[in-house]
T-cell receptor, first 112, second 112 residues
């Protein structure tokens, strides 16, 4: 089954404790992206990757890092999480530069 | 930067009533995509429109792209409880790495 898989789905952590949210897709998509969703703000892009070893900042990259060492994986790293990073995070992928974006099921992160 | 404004933010309807959400931009859009997010779920692609004045239908859903390509609408005829969720419009910015910019979304609730 074609899908984007994120882990963990739910996480409660404390300020400053490094964490990684993994994302993997099995559709051989070149493009991958991370979004955060907050009430009243919709979906905002954090980082994106056009292909392996190519990453770029989205609209809200502060406090986040990503890597794209393999085509299928695009982890989101929070080096020192803060409470304002409490949010619902979505990983997404698609083939090429346009078209349908496939979303993972989301990771709800709470930073205390 | 490019923005898409979506209205209304919330819409409560009685089952069987029609529903419309609007997406507007101050600049010409190259395309518009629509996504649906069920409560507790992830965004799921519905459709993409690219041509001026384009109208597409999916059963009870009608999607329109304005003649000036600055606005779009999603209309649902005779809503059902299965239509509950948040509907997002989004536009693809090709010269910014294929970034997808989302509207704030319209949350639809349907009373049986």
């Amino acid at each position: 089954e074609a899908q984007v898989t994120q882990n963990p789905r739910y996480l409660i952590t404390v300020t400053g404790k490094k964490l990684t949210v993994t994302c993997s897709q099995n559709m051989n998509h070149e493009y991958m992206s991370w979004y955060r969703q907050d009430p009243g703000l919709g979906l905002r892009q954090i980082y994106y990757s056009m292909n392996v070893e190519v990453t770029d900042k989205g609209d809200v990259p502060e406090g986040y890092k990503v890597s794209r060492k393999e085509k299928r994986n695009f982890p989101l790293i929070l080096e020192s999480p803060s409470p304002n990073q409490t949010s619902l995070y979505f990983c997404a992928s698609r083939t090429g530069a346009g078209g349908e974006l496939f979303f993972g099921e989301g990771s709800r992160l709470t930073v205390l | 930067g490019q923005q898409v404004m979506q209205i209304p933010q919330y819409q409560h309807v009685q089952e069987g009533e029609d529903f419309t959400t609007y997406c507007n931009s101050s600049t010409t859009l190259s395309n518009i995509q629509w996504y649906k997010q069920r409560p507790g779920g992830h965004p799921v692609f519905l459709i993409q429109l690219v041509k001026s004045g384009e109208v597409k239908k999916q059963k009870r859903l009608t999607f329109q792209f304005g003649e000036a390509k600055k606005n779009s609408s999603l209309h649902i005829t005779a809503t059902q409880t299965t239509d509950v969720g948040t509907y997002f419009c989004a536009t693809l910015i090709y010269n910014q790495g294929g970034k997808l910019i989302f509207g704030q979304g319209t949350e639809l609730s349907v009373k049986p």
